[in-house]
């Protein structure tokens, strides 16, 4: 290049603040840290070992035991909690497992604060779907409809028995309206007014969800388009949170994260309490079996995921992959 042709270059390079991993690690605008993190554990009733679950490559249905170590090994690595699901061997009409302070769920809980005590929080999902014969999140009519309101007087002695067990959080999925108010007066009139209520505010009947069905033996026919929210709406999902905060909710959440991002980013905007975004069983499947097909970097997709729901303004995550980004944190 001559001398007439040389072209000055710019003054302004953003590229500089690239150049080097310790340049890029001090201007970061986003970090995932293990305490961020909540891991999701499925407790099934009599197992003796784990049980693998094939959509979910690495996840299984624990035992009692292995749900110990599980946690143990969850409050190590500096997570933030866990969220506990409950697998019944039986299953009825009303969901009558979920109350019954024998059944699993309220023993896993039992379990947890007695294994990890205050190192984890302890959070249990307070739904009915996995311990009714239909499968619905809450009570039938006879004509089959969900009954909103007698779901609601289940989901308040749901509450009281997870409380009774001694969960720290309790995290009401149903979408039944009014469903926070319910649990949050429930539990301060029984004198548990220290639990913590994390409310499944914005939770849309996503397709999604698909191998959470597998891991929770669903028994669902049908769908739940009735209460869950329409993917199509946005602004509905914001409308549901304010509502669940004016209710009591001490945090919020949108669920699933990734094809609802613009919701999680909405959300952080309008409330001034925690949000929180479920990385979702499909989310984790699609992402495993591009990896094991080669398709993908497994372990930077894991983190550059887990970084994107933190960026659109998520203050927790419940990721299937939790204790495993705490070790590639770590590292």
């Known amino acids: 290049m001559t001398e007439e042709t040389h072209v000055q270059g710019p003054t ?27 891991l999701p554990v499925f407790i099934r009733e009599s197992l003796s070992d784990p049980h693998p679950i094939s959509s979910m490559p690495g996840v299984v249905q624990h035992s009692r035991d292995s749900l110990k170590r599980a946690v143990a090994e969850a409050a190590e690595l500096g997570l933030g909690g866990v969220m506990l699901f409950g697998i019944p061997e039986h299953k009825d009409a009303t969901g009558s497992g979920a109350l019954d302070p024998a059944g699993v769920l309220n023993l896993a809980i039992t379990d947890v604060v007695a294994e990890v005590g205050d190192q984890l929080t302890v959070m249990s999902d307070l739904c009915l779907d996995e311990f009714t014969d239909h499968g619905h999140c809450g009570l039938l009519t006879p004509d089959g409809e969900v009954d909103n309101d007698q779901t609601l007087a289940a989901y308040a002695e749901m509450a009281l028995a997870q409380a009774a067990a001694g969960v720290d959080m309790v995290g009401p999925s149903g979408m039944m309206d009014g469903q926070v108010a319910v649990v949050r007066k429930a539990l301060d009139d029984a004198g548990h007014s220290h639990v913590s209520v994390l409310a499944y505010s914005a939770k849309y009947a996503s397709a999604f969800f ?38 009591g909710a001490d945090l919020v959440m949108v669920k699933p994260a990734l094809p609802y991002l613009d919701v999680v980013r909405r959300v952080r905007d309008a409330v001034d309490v925690p949000v929180a975004a479920y990385n979702v069983s499909g989310e984790y499947a699609m992402l495993e079996a591009a990896a094991a097909n080669g398709w993908i970097d497994r372990e930077a997709a894991i983190l550059e995921t887990l970084t994107s729901i933190r960026r659109a303004g ?17 590292a």
């Not at 302004?12 to 909540?38: D, F, G, N, Q, Y």
């Not at 869950?228 to 004016?246: I, M, S, T």
């Open 12 to 38: 302004i390079r953003p590229r500089r603040l690239r150049r080097t991993p310790a340049l890029r690690r001090m201007v970061a605008e986003t970090h995932v840290v293990p305490s961020s993190l909540v």
């Open 314 to 330: 998520a203050d927790v995550i419940l990721t299937y992959w939790a204790s495993e980004a705490a070790r590639l944190l770590r």
């Open 210 to 247: 698909g191998p959470f069905r597998e891991a929770v033996d669903s028994s669902l026919v049908g769908d739940r388009r009735t209460y869950q929210q329409d993917p199509a709406n946005a602004l509905e999902g914001v409308r549901e949170v304010l509502l669940d905060v004016a209710e």
